[in-house]
């Protein structure tokens, strides 16, 4: 049994190059491998508005929303935010 807390802390986490830590760096990679896909298709559509003749404004007023859906789906991918939930 451990004799202090951190004695505890170290037994429960596996320490800093654990289990966890290549865990994250699988989920890290996921998360990039399952944004991509739409990002490109994202960049794509603005590039595509752009050689169509629009004006730039048109491409970069969606842009922001392409980028902040990217991230935020990155963020749910890598952090496992949906685990757990059935």
């Given at each position: 049994m451990a004799?202090?807390?951190?004695?505890a802390a170290?037994?429960?986490?596996?320490?800093?190059?654990?289990?966890?830590?290549?865990?994250?760096?699988?989920?890290?990679?996921?998360?990039?491998?399952?944004?991509?896909?739409?990002?490109?298709?994202?960049?794509?559509?603005?590039?595509?508005?752009?050689?169509?003749?629009?004006?730039?404004?048109?491409?970069?007023?969606?842009?922001?929303?392409?980028?902040?859906?990217?991230?935020?789906?990155?963020?749910?991918?890598?952090?496992?935010?949906?685990?757990?939930?059935?």
């Open positions: 004799t202090n807390a951190s004695d170290e037994s429960n986490d596996g320490g800093p190059d654990g289990p966890e830590e290549a865990g994250s760096n699988r989920n890290r990679k996921r998360a990039v491998l399952a944004v991509l896909p739409f990002l490109a298709i994202g960049l794509a559509n603005v590039v595509l508005m752009l050689f169509q003749g629009l004006r730039p404004l048109w491409g970069f007023l969606i842009l922001p929303p392409i980028l902040f859906c990217s991230v935020l789906a990155y963020l749910v991918f890598s952090t496992d935010f949906l685990d757990g939930r059935t």
